[in-house]
């Protein structure tokens, strides 16, 4: 039995086992996420969502710019949920920190209320999204789980059908 393992492994969603000419293809890895707040009830809560999620997977926790970066960089999460107003900085920063090392990465911003001003900053860095946290939980797992999904389609590099 041979295990195939394409890389890079995380952003591939055809993973499986080959026993002679039969494939078993394995369900897909959980979108791995970051989770940067102030609030220790806050990520505990945002925690407890992420780890009832199958589709979704804690990589850390952290309270800090610095911390987040570090966590980033040891284990390159595919999402990071981020609150903008940190103790030793802002989520704008590591926002932009993230962007020049993983473009791809999806950087949700969180903020306590909804402001137009952060929506607007959020955008203009490139921000996947800004959520505030006066709308619950709910959204912000709607949208870590449609990510999850997106990240997880097969890509296919057939052409389009001919129309009719």
């Not at 492994?9 to 791995?32: D, E, K, W």
């Not at 800090?64 to 609150?83: K, N």
């Not at 209320?113 to 505030?132: N, Q």
């Not at 870590?144 to 057939?158: D, G």
């Amino acid at each position: 039995m041979t295990l195939l393992l394409p890389a890079p492994l995380l952003t591939t969603p055809r993973v499986g086992i080959r026993q002679g000419s039969n494939f078993m293809t394995l369900p897909p890895l959980p979108l791995s996420v970051l989770l940067v707040d102030r609030s220790p009830p806050v990520r505990s809560h945002l925690r407890a969502v992420l780890n009832q999620e199958p589709s979704l997977c804690l990589a850390g926790e952290a309270d800090t710019c610095a911390a987040a970066l570090d966590l980033f960089i040891r284990y390159r999460p595919e999402a990071v949920l981020v609150e903008v107003c940190l103790p030793d900085g802002s989520g704008f920063d590591i926002l932009q920190c993230i962007r020049q090392v993983a473009p791809d990465c999806a950087v949700i911003l969180l903020c306590d209320a909804p402001d137009p001003c952060v929506d607007e900053v959020g955008r203009l860095l490139g921000a996947t999204r800004v959520c505030d946290k006066a709308g619950g939980i709910k959204p912000i797992r709607d949208i870590l789980c449609r990510l999850a999904e997106e990240s997880r389609r097969p890509e296919s590099n057939a052409p389009p059908p001919a129309g009719p």
